[in-house]
Protein backbone atom coordinates (compact mmCIF):
# COMPACT_ATOMS: atom_id res chain seq x y z
CA UNK A 1 0.00 0.00 0.00
CA UNK A 2 1.09 3.37 -1.05
CA UNK A 3 2.17 5.67 1.74
CA UNK A 4 -0.69 7.87 2.94
CA UNK A 5 1.33 10.95 3.11
CA UNK A 6 1.78 10.68 -0.67
CA UNK A 7 -1.80 10.54 -1.62
CA UNK A 8 -4.82 12.82 -1.83
CA UNK A 9 -7.45 12.88 0.25
CA UNK A 10 -10.88 13.73 -1.03
CA UNK A 11 -14.49 13.80 0.75
CA UNK A 12 -15.94 11.33 -1.82
CA UNK A 13 -14.29 9.63 -4.34
CA UNK A 14 -16.63 8.64 -7.42
CA UNK A 15 -15.86 5.51 -10.21
CA UNK A 16 -17.85 6.32 -13.18
CA UNK A 17 -19.55 9.04 -14.42
CA UNK A 18 -22.98 7.43 -15.58
CA UNK A 19 -26.38 9.01 -14.55
CA UNK A 20 -25.54 8.12 -10.51
CA UNK A 21 -22.34 9.19 -10.57
CA UNK A 22 -22.32 12.70 -12.64
CA UNK A 23 -25.19 14.17 -10.37
CA UNK A 24 -24.21 12.89 -7.16
CA UNK A 25 -20.38 14.51 -7.98
CA UNK A 26 -22.55 17.68 -8.39
CA UNK A 27 -24.14 17.49 -5.37
CA UNK A 28 -21.13 17.02 -3.30
CA UNK A 29 -19.24 19.80 -4.99
CA UNK A 30 -22.66 21.95 -4.43
CA UNK A 31 -22.10 20.86 -0.68
CA UNK A 32 -18.58 22.51 -0.34
CA UNK A 33 -17.39 18.84 -0.32
CA UNK A 34 -14.11 17.50 -2.53
CA UNK A 35 -14.67 15.09 -4.73
CA UNK A 36 -12.45 13.07 -6.97
CA UNK A 37 -14.32 11.73 -10.29
CA UNK A 38 -13.28 8.85 -11.86
CA UNK A 39 -13.74 8.09 -15.38
CA UNK A 40 -11.98 5.83 -17.72
CA UNK A 41 -13.87 6.26 -20.64
CA UNK A 42 -16.48 8.86 -21.99
CA UNK A 43 -18.12 10.99 -19.61
CA UNK A 44 -21.96 10.08 -19.40
CA UNK A 45 -21.80 6.49 -19.33
CA UNK A 46 -23.92 3.66 -20.57
CA UNK A 47 -27.10 5.97 -21.07
CA UNK A 48 -25.48 8.80 -23.02
CA UNK A 49 -22.84 7.00 -25.01
CA UNK A 50 -24.14 3.62 -25.95
CA UNK A 51 -27.86 3.64 -24.45
CA UNK A 52 -30.69 5.42 -23.83
CA UNK A 53 -29.64 8.58 -25.84
CA UNK A 54 -27.97 7.16 -29.11
CA UNK A 55 -30.49 4.20 -29.73
CA UNK A 56 -33.79 6.17 -29.16
CA UNK A 57 -32.00 8.30 -31.86
CA UNK A 58 -31.62 5.71 -34.05
CA UNK A 59 -35.64 4.31 -33.20
CA UNK A 60 -36.84 7.81 -34.12
CA UNK A 61 -35.51 7.52 -37.79
CA UNK A 62 -35.81 4.01 -38.26
CA UNK A 63 -39.85 5.30 -37.19
CA UNK A 64 -39.63 7.87 -39.99
CA UNK A 65 -38.88 4.86 -42.73
CA UNK A 66 -41.74 2.84 -41.27
CA UNK A 67 -44.43 5.78 -41.36
CA UNK A 68 -42.97 7.46 -44.70
CA UNK A 69 -43.48 3.06 -46.35
CA UNK A 70 -47.05 3.29 -44.41
CA UNK A 71 -47.57 6.47 -46.23
CA UNK A 72 -50.28 5.44 -48.59
CA UNK A 73 -52.48 3.95 -45.93
CA UNK A 74 -52.90 7.84 -45.27
CA UNK A 75 -53.59 8.58 -48.15
CA UNK A 76 -50.18 10.22 -48.54
CA UNK A 77 -47.85 9.69 -52.02
CA UNK A 78 -44.16 9.52 -51.20
CA UNK A 79 -42.65 7.27 -53.58
CA UNK A 80 -40.06 5.42 -52.60
CA UNK A 81 -37.94 5.29 -49.27
CA UNK A 82 -34.19 5.30 -49.11
CA UNK A 83 -32.13 5.11 -46.32
CA UNK A 84 -28.57 6.44 -45.79
CA UNK A 85 -26.94 4.63 -43.07
CA UNK A 86 -24.14 7.30 -42.80
CA UNK A 87 -26.48 10.21 -42.09
CA UNK A 88 -28.74 7.93 -39.05
CA UNK A 89 -25.18 7.56 -37.89
CA UNK A 90 -24.03 10.86 -38.15
CA UNK A 91 -27.39 12.32 -36.85
CA UNK A 92 -26.64 9.59 -33.97
CA UNK A 93 -22.95 11.07 -33.03
CA UNK A 94 -24.33 14.66 -32.71
CA UNK A 95 -26.77 13.68 -30.39
CA UNK A 96 -24.71 11.87 -28.44
CA UNK A 97 -21.80 14.64 -28.73
CA UNK A 98 -24.40 17.27 -27.53
CA UNK A 99 -25.27 15.08 -24.27
CA UNK A 100 -21.78 13.95 -23.50
CA UNK A 101 -20.10 17.85 -24.17
CA UNK A 102 -22.95 19.38 -21.89
CA UNK A 103 -22.02 17.05 -18.99
CA UNK A 104 -18.10 17.80 -19.70
CA UNK A 105 -18.85 21.41 -19.40
CA UNK A 106 -21.21 20.80 -16.17
CA UNK A 107 -18.24 19.04 -14.48
CA UNK A 108 -15.62 21.20 -15.41
CA UNK A 109 -17.54 24.19 -14.50
CA UNK A 110 -18.19 23.06 -11.04
CA UNK A 111 -16.15 24.01 -8.45
CA UNK A 112 -14.73 21.05 -5.61
CA UNK A 113 -14.36 18.35 -8.60
CA UNK A 114 -11.79 17.13 -10.17
CA UNK A 115 -12.21 14.62 -13.02
CA UNK A 116 -9.51 12.34 -13.66
CA UNK A 117 -9.08 10.24 -16.76
CA UNK A 118 -7.98 6.61 -16.32
CA UNK A 119 -8.73 2.87 -14.41
CA UNK A 120 -9.22 2.85 -10.84
CA UNK A 121 -8.58 0.07 -8.80
CA UNK A 122 -8.31 -0.36 -4.65
CA UNK A 123 -5.08 -0.75 -2.81
CA UNK A 124 -7.42 -0.33 0.64
CA UNK A 125 -10.59 -0.54 1.93
CA UNK A 126 -10.10 3.64 1.60
CA UNK A 127 -7.79 3.76 -0.91
CA UNK A 128 -8.10 3.98 -5.16
CA UNK A 129 -5.53 4.02 -7.45
CA UNK A 130 -6.01 5.44 -10.70
CA UNK A 131 -3.73 4.76 -13.84
CA UNK A 132 -3.55 7.08 -16.51
CA UNK A 133 -3.12 6.39 -20.09
CA UNK A 134 0.56 7.79 -19.68
CA UNK A 135 1.40 5.38 -17.53
CA UNK A 136 1.43 7.47 -14.25
CA UNK A 137 -1.11 6.54 -11.16
CA UNK A 138 -2.79 8.66 -8.87
CA UNK A 139 -3.77 7.61 -4.99
CA UNK A 140 -7.13 8.87 -3.99
CA UNK A 141 -8.10 8.32 -0.25
CA UNK A 142 -11.51 9.42 1.45
CA UNK A 143 -14.11 7.51 3.83
CA UNK A 144 -16.75 7.97 0.82
CA UNK A 145 -16.08 5.88 -2.25
CA UNK A 146 -19.51 5.25 -4.82
CA UNK A 147 -18.97 2.70 -7.62
CA UNK A 148 -20.95 3.49 -10.87
CA UNK A 149 -19.07 1.48 -13.24
CA UNK A 150 -22.16 -0.03 -14.90
CA UNK A 151 -22.20 -3.05 -17.55
CA UNK A 152 -20.46 -4.46 -20.45
CA UNK A 153 -21.31 -6.69 -22.79
CA UNK A 154 -20.88 -10.25 -21.88
CA UNK A 155 -20.68 -12.56 -25.29
CA UNK A 156 -21.77 -16.16 -24.70
CA UNK A 157 -19.53 -19.62 -24.72
CA UNK A 158 -20.13 -20.26 -28.25
CA UNK A 159 -17.59 -22.25 -30.13
CA UNK A 160 -16.19 -20.31 -33.08
CA UNK A 161 -18.15 -16.89 -31.48
CA UNK A 162 -14.43 -15.63 -31.47
CA UNK A 163 -13.79 -15.86 -35.66
CA UNK A 164 -16.71 -13.92 -37.01
CA UNK A 165 -16.96 -10.05 -36.63
CA UNK A 166 -19.87 -9.75 -34.41
CA UNK A 167 -21.50 -6.38 -33.30
CA UNK A 168 -22.52 -5.87 -29.77
CA UNK A 169 -24.95 -2.56 -28.79
CA UNK A 170 -22.24 0.32 -29.25
CA UNK A 171 -20.68 -1.15 -32.24
CA UNK A 172 -23.94 -1.84 -34.43
CA UNK A 173 -24.71 1.78 -34.02
CA UNK A 174 -21.31 3.19 -36.14
CA UNK A 175 -22.44 0.99 -38.99
CA UNK A 176 -22.88 3.26 -42.20
CA UNK A 177 -23.49 0.64 -44.31
CA UNK A 178 -27.27 -1.27 -44.05
CA UNK A 179 -26.50 -5.22 -43.39
CA UNK A 180 -28.15 -7.44 -45.69
CA UNK A 181 -29.20 -9.92 -43.12
CA UNK A 182 -28.73 -9.09 -39.33
CA UNK A 183 -29.04 -12.05 -36.75
CA UNK A 184 -29.71 -11.20 -33.67
CA UNK A 185 -28.66 -13.20 -30.65
CA UNK A 186 -31.00 -13.02 -27.92
CA UNK A 187 -34.33 -11.77 -27.86
CA UNK A 188 -34.21 -9.55 -24.55
CA UNK A 189 -35.09 -5.82 -24.71
CA UNK A 190 -31.74 -4.76 -26.79
CA UNK A 191 -32.12 -7.42 -29.17
CA UNK A 192 -35.52 -6.39 -29.62
CA UNK A 193 -35.47 -2.54 -30.30
CA UNK A 194 -32.15 -3.56 -32.44
CA UNK A 195 -33.98 -5.96 -34.50
CA UNK A 196 -36.90 -4.13 -35.36
CA UNK A 197 -34.95 -0.99 -35.92
CA UNK A 198 -32.74 -2.55 -39.01
CA UNK A 199 -35.74 -4.43 -40.59
CA UNK A 200 -37.36 -0.79 -40.81
CA UNK A 201 -33.82 0.07 -42.50
CA UNK A 202 -34.55 -2.71 -45.20
CA UNK A 203 -32.49 -5.44 -43.50
CA UNK A 204 -33.64 -9.18 -43.55
CA UNK A 205 -33.59 -9.84 -39.53
CA UNK A 206 -33.39 -12.92 -37.76
CA UNK A 207 -34.45 -13.54 -33.80
CA UNK A 208 -32.42 -16.20 -32.24
CA UNK A 209 -33.98 -16.87 -28.72
CA UNK A 210 -32.59 -19.83 -26.53
CA UNK A 211 -35.89 -19.72 -24.22
CA UNK A 212 -39.60 -20.49 -25.22
CA UNK A 213 -40.57 -16.37 -25.43
CA UNK A 214 -39.17 -13.57 -25.98
CA UNK A 215 -38.73 -11.62 -23.44
CA UNK A 216 -38.14 -14.24 -20.88
CA UNK A 217 -38.90 -11.92 -18.02
CA UNK A 218 -42.51 -11.07 -19.50
CA UNK A 219 -45.89 -12.68 -18.81
CA UNK A 220 -46.56 -14.93 -22.19
CA UNK A 221 -49.14 -13.72 -23.20
CA UNK A 222 -46.88 -10.34 -23.62
CA UNK A 223 -44.13 -11.97 -24.80
CA UNK A 224 -46.46 -13.59 -27.88
CA UNK A 225 -48.26 -10.46 -28.75
CA UNK A 226 -45.19 -8.75 -29.19
CA UNK A 227 -43.70 -12.03 -31.54
CA UNK A 228 -46.74 -11.44 -33.49
CA UNK A 229 -46.17 -8.05 -34.04
CA UNK A 230 -42.71 -8.63 -35.44
CA UNK A 231 -43.74 -11.40 -37.12
CA UNK A 232 -45.70 -8.99 -39.03
CA UNK A 233 -42.94 -6.95 -39.58
CA UNK A 234 -41.23 -9.81 -41.53
CA UNK A 235 -38.64 -10.43 -38.78
CA UNK A 236 -37.86 -14.32 -38.83
CA UNK A 237 -38.19 -15.61 -34.64
CA UNK A 238 -36.30 -18.83 -33.81
CA UNK A 239 -37.36 -19.73 -30.40
CA UNK A 240 -35.86 -23.01 -28.68
CA UNK A 241 -33.34 -21.88 -30.55
CA UNK A 242 -29.87 -23.15 -28.91
CA UNK A 243 -26.28 -22.06 -30.94
CA UNK A 244 -23.95 -24.29 -31.01
CA UNK A 245 -21.31 -22.91 -33.21
CA UNK A 246 -20.03 -19.95 -35.47
CA UNK A 247 -17.94 -19.71 -38.29
CA UNK A 248 -17.45 -17.31 -41.21
CA UNK A 249 -19.08 -17.86 -44.65
CA UNK A 250 -18.52 -16.52 -47.80
CA UNK A 251 -21.84 -14.49 -47.26
CA UNK A 252 -20.60 -13.17 -43.78
CA UNK A 253 -21.05 -15.82 -40.86
CA UNK A 254 -22.65 -18.97 -40.45
CA UNK A 255 -24.34 -20.64 -37.04
CA UNK A 256 -24.69 -23.83 -36.48
CA UNK A 257 -28.31 -24.51 -33.97
CA UNK A 258 -30.22 -26.76 -32.81
CA UNK A 259 -34.38 -25.87 -32.49
CA UNK A 260 -35.48 -28.42 -30.05
CA UNK A 261 -33.78 -31.32 -31.45
CA UNK A 262 -33.16 -30.32 -34.48
CA UNK A 263 -30.07 -29.20 -36.74
CA UNK A 264 -30.19 -25.89 -38.73
CA UNK A 265 -27.64 -23.70 -40.10
CA UNK A 266 -28.13 -19.49 -40.03
CA UNK A 267 -26.08 -17.91 -42.58
CA UNK A 268 -26.29 -14.20 -42.51
CA UNK A 269 -24.05 -10.74 -42.91
CA UNK A 270 -24.13 -9.83 -39.69
CA UNK A 271 -24.72 -10.90 -36.40
CA UNK A 272 -25.42 -9.28 -33.15
CA UNK A 273 -24.69 -10.46 -29.85
CA UNK A 274 -27.50 -9.18 -27.58
CA UNK A 275 -27.28 -12.02 -25.08
CA UNK A 276 -26.13 -11.18 -21.71
CA UNK A 277 -24.31 -8.02 -19.80
CA UNK A 278 -21.56 -8.22 -16.89
CA UNK A 279 -20.61 -5.86 -14.29
CA UNK A 280 -17.50 -4.09 -14.88
CA UNK A 281 -15.94 -5.19 -11.81
CA UNK A 282 -12.85 -7.00 -12.73
CA UNK A 283 -10.19 -3.89 -13.02
CA UNK A 284 -11.88 -2.36 -9.55
CA UNK A 285 -9.30 -5.37 -7.34
CA UNK A 286 -12.33 -5.12 -5.02
CA UNK A 287 -11.02 -8.06 -3.08
CA UNK A 288 -8.28 -5.61 -1.83
CA UNK A 289 -11.01 -3.62 -0.18
CA UNK A 290 -13.03 -6.59 1.08
CA UNK A 291 -16.06 -5.70 -0.98
CA UNK A 292 -18.42 -8.63 -1.70
CA UNK A 293 -20.01 -9.47 -4.83
CA UNK A 294 -23.07 -12.11 -5.74
CA UNK A 295 -21.46 -15.29 -7.76
CA UNK A 296 -22.25 -13.46 -11.24
CA UNK A 297 -20.08 -10.35 -10.21
CA UNK A 298 -22.32 -7.56 -8.96
CA UNK A 299 -21.76 -5.89 -5.89
CA UNK A 300 -23.69 -6.71 -2.97
CA UNK A 301 -25.95 -3.91 -1.54
CA UNK A 302 -28.24 -3.19 0.99
CA UNK A 303 -31.51 -1.37 1.03
CA UNK A 304 -29.51 2.01 1.35
CA UNK A 305 -27.09 1.10 -1.50
CA UNK A 306 -23.78 0.54 1.01
CA UNK A 307 -21.68 -2.78 0.16
CA UNK A 308 -20.25 -4.60 3.28
CA UNK A 309 -18.03 -2.07 3.81
CA UNK A 310 -19.02 0.90 5.81
CA UNK A 311 -18.60 3.94 3.45
CA UNK A 312 -18.70 2.19 0.25
CA UNK A 313 -21.31 2.52 -1.91
CA UNK A 314 -22.64 0.89 -5.71
CA UNK A 315 -25.29 2.55 -7.62
CA UNK A 316 -26.98 2.05 -10.85
CA UNK A 317 -26.10 -1.32 -12.77
CA UNK A 318 -23.01 -2.64 -11.27
CA UNK A 319 -25.51 -3.61 -7.41
CA UNK A 320 -27.48 -6.14 -10.08
CA UNK A 321 -30.31 -4.36 -9.77
CA UNK A 322 -33.02 -3.34 -12.91
CA UNK A 323 -30.40 -2.11 -15.34
CA UNK A 324 -32.24 1.03 -16.16
CA UNK A 325 -31.15 5.14 -16.42
CA UNK A 326 -34.26 5.80 -14.24
CA UNK A 327 -33.13 3.50 -11.27
CA UNK A 328 -29.35 4.92 -11.42
CA UNK A 329 -30.92 8.20 -11.24
CA UNK A 330 -32.96 7.10 -8.45
CA UNK A 331 -29.92 5.42 -6.91
CA UNK A 332 -28.46 9.12 -6.64
CA UNK A 333 -31.04 10.53 -5.00
CA UNK A 334 -30.58 8.05 -2.27
CA UNK A 335 -27.52 8.69 -1.40
CA UNK A 336 -27.69 12.37 -1.87
CA UNK A 337 -30.57 12.21 0.59
CA UNK A 338 -28.79 10.38 2.98
CA UNK A 339 -24.81 11.29 2.92
CA UNK A 340 -25.67 14.90 2.29
CA UNK A 341 -29.15 15.61 3.74
CA UNK A 342 -28.78 13.30 7.30
CA UNK A 343 -32.01 11.58 5.29
CA UNK A 344 -32.86 7.84 5.66
CA UNK A 345 -34.04 6.62 2.40
CA UNK A 346 -33.80 3.35 0.77
CA UNK A 347 -34.70 1.54 -2.00
CA UNK A 348 -37.19 -0.75 -0.22
CA UNK A 349 -40.79 -0.96 -2.00
CA UNK A 350 -39.94 1.66 -4.35
CA UNK A 351 -42.33 1.22 -7.81
CA UNK A 352 -39.96 0.66 -10.83
CA UNK A 353 -41.03 1.66 -14.65
CA UNK A 354 -39.66 0.41 -17.69
CA UNK A 355 -40.07 0.74 -21.18
CA UNK A 356 -39.23 -1.26 -24.29
CA UNK A 357 -38.91 0.95 -27.12
CA UNK A 358 -40.35 -1.21 -29.95
CA UNK A 359 -43.07 0.09 -31.75
CA UNK A 360 -45.50 -0.36 -30.41
CA UNK A 361 -43.70 0.61 -26.77
CA UNK A 362 -44.18 -1.51 -23.98
CA UNK A 363 -44.51 0.04 -20.47
CA UNK A 364 -44.52 -1.74 -17.92
CA UNK A 365 -45.35 -1.15 -13.97
CA UNK A 366 -45.44 -2.92 -10.69
CA UNK A 367 -46.12 -6.86 -10.73
CA UNK A 368 -47.20 -9.29 -13.66
CA UNK A 369 -49.67 -12.09 -13.82
CA UNK A 370 -46.81 -14.32 -13.31
CA UNK A 371 -44.99 -12.55 -10.20
CA UNK A 372 -48.93 -12.24 -9.09
CA UNK A 373 -49.26 -16.38 -9.23
CA UNK A 374 -45.61 -16.88 -7.50
CA UNK A 375 -46.39 -14.40 -4.57
CA UNK A 376 -49.98 -16.61 -4.43
CA UNK A 377 -51.79 -13.23 -4.53
CA UNK A 378 -55.42 -13.19 -6.04
CA UNK A 379 -55.86 -10.39 -8.67
CA UNK A 380 -58.45 -9.37 -10.66
CA UNK A 381 -57.17 -8.50 -14.36
CA UNK A 382 -58.58 -5.61 -16.90
CA UNK A 383 -57.56 -6.34 -20.16
CA UNK A 384 -58.10 -3.87 -23.45
CA UNK A 385 -56.98 -4.35 -27.06
CA UNK A 386 -55.78 -1.26 -28.56
CA UNK A 387 -58.31 -1.92 -31.22
CA UNK A 388 -61.03 -0.21 -28.65
CA UNK A 389 -58.98 2.81 -28.09
CA UNK A 390 -60.22 5.25 -30.93
CA UNK A 391 -57.14 7.80 -30.88
CA UNK A 392 -55.42 4.49 -31.91
CA UNK A 393 -57.76 3.66 -34.60
CA UNK A 394 -57.49 7.28 -35.89
CA UNK A 395 -54.04 7.30 -35.99
CA UNK A 396 -53.53 3.83 -37.58
CA UNK A 397 -51.47 2.30 -35.04
CA UNK A 398 -53.81 -0.25 -33.27
CA UNK A 399 -52.14 -2.97 -32.90
CA UNK A 400 -51.24 -4.13 -28.92
CA UNK A 401 -53.13 -4.60 -26.10
CA UNK A 402 -53.54 -3.30 -22.44
CA UNK A 403 -53.27 -4.94 -18.76
CA UNK A 404 -54.01 -4.30 -15.64
CA UNK A 405 -53.61 -6.06 -12.07
CA UNK A 406 -56.01 -4.73 -9.77
CA UNK A 407 -56.47 -6.62 -5.60
CA UNK A 408 -60.35 -7.62 -5.28
CA UNK A 409 -59.97 -6.99 -1.52
CA UNK A 410 -58.53 -2.90 -2.00
CA UNK A 411 -59.12 -1.88 -5.59
CA UNK A 412 -55.64 -0.51 -5.81
CA UNK A 413 -53.91 -1.34 -8.90
CA UNK A 414 -50.99 -3.63 -8.81
CA UNK A 415 -49.52 -3.73 -11.48
CA UNK A 416 -50.21 -2.95 -15.44
CA UNK A 417 -48.23 -3.60 -18.93
CA UNK A 418 -49.21 -1.51 -21.67
CA UNK A 419 -48.12 -2.83 -24.87
CA UNK A 420 -49.68 0.00 -27.62
CA UNK A 421 -48.67 3.14 -29.25
CA UNK A 422 -47.11 5.87 -26.38
CA UNK A 423 -47.16 2.54 -23.95
CA UNK A 424 -44.60 4.16 -21.83
CA UNK A 425 -46.51 7.40 -21.22
CA UNK A 426 -50.15 5.44 -20.84
CA UNK A 427 -48.28 3.39 -17.58
CA UNK A 428 -47.10 6.65 -16.68
CA UNK A 429 -50.27 7.65 -15.59
CA UNK A 430 -51.24 4.23 -14.24
CA UNK A 431 -48.14 4.79 -12.40
CA UNK A 432 -49.48 7.94 -10.61
CA UNK A 433 -52.34 6.71 -9.63
CA UNK A 434 -50.52 3.69 -8.01
CA UNK A 435 -48.44 6.45 -6.40
CA UNK A 436 -51.02 8.08 -5.24
CA UNK A 437 -52.71 5.10 -3.75
CA UNK A 438 -55.73 5.94 -6.00
CA UNK A 439 -58.36 3.05 -7.07
CA UNK A 440 -58.90 1.64 -9.92
CA UNK A 441 -62.33 3.33 -9.61
CA UNK A 442 -60.80 6.91 -9.94
CA UNK A 443 -59.57 6.26 -13.42
CA UNK A 444 -62.26 4.57 -14.91
CA UNK A 445 -64.38 7.21 -14.05
CA UNK A 446 -61.53 10.40 -14.48
CA UNK A 447 -63.32 12.79 -17.19
CA UNK A 448 -60.36 12.77 -19.44
CA UNK A 449 -59.43 14.83 -22.77
CA UNK A 450 -60.74 13.12 -25.67
CA UNK A 451 -59.48 11.81 -27.93
CA UNK A 452 -56.66 10.45 -26.18
CA UNK A 453 -54.72 7.58 -25.74
CA UNK A 454 -54.81 8.41 -22.19
CA UNK A 455 -59.20 8.33 -22.54
CA UNK A 456 -58.37 4.42 -22.80
CA UNK A 457 -58.00 4.16 -18.78
CA UNK A 458 -62.06 4.73 -18.51
CA UNK A 459 -62.39 2.20 -21.05
CA UNK A 460 -59.64 -0.25 -19.62
CA UNK A 461 -61.02 -0.63 -15.69
CA UNK A 462 -64.38 -1.56 -17.37
CA UNK A 463 -63.09 -4.89 -18.51
CA UNK A 464 -62.38 -7.04 -16.00
CA UNK A 465 -62.00 -10.56 -17.17
CA UNK A 466 -64.21 -11.93 -14.56
CA UNK A 467 -67.12 -9.23 -15.86
CA UNK A 468 -67.66 -7.77 -12.79
CA UNK A 469 -67.51 -3.93 -12.76
Known sequence: MTNAASAQHYDAIIIGSGQAGNPLATAF?????????????????????????PTKTMVASAEVAHFARRASQYGIRVGSVEVDMAVIRDRKRHMVDQWRTGSEKRIASAKNIDLLRGEAS?????????????????????????????????????????????????SIMELDALP?????????????????????????????????????????????????ILTEDGIDILLNAQTASAKPSAEGLE??????????????????????????????????????????????????????VTGIYAVGDVNGGPAFTHVAYDDFRILKANLLEGGSCSTKNRLLPYCVFIDPQLGRIGIGERQA?????????ARLPMTSVARALETSQSRGFIKALVDPATGFILGAAVLGADGGEIM??????????????????????????????????????????
Open 428 to 469: SMIQIAMMGGLKYTALQSAVLAHPTYAECLNNLFSKFEDGQP
Open 122 to 170: FTASRQVSVAGSDGTAAILTSDIIVIDTGLTPAPPAVPGLASVPYLDNA
Open 180 to 228: EHLIVLGGGYIGLEFAQMFRRFGSRVTIIQNSAQLLPAEDADIAEAIAK
Open 255 to 308: LSIDISGQARIISGSHLLVAAGRKPNTEALHLQAAGIATDRHGFIVVDDRLQTN
Open 373 to 381: AEQGREVRI
Open 29 to 53: AAADKHVALVERAAVGGTCVNYGCT
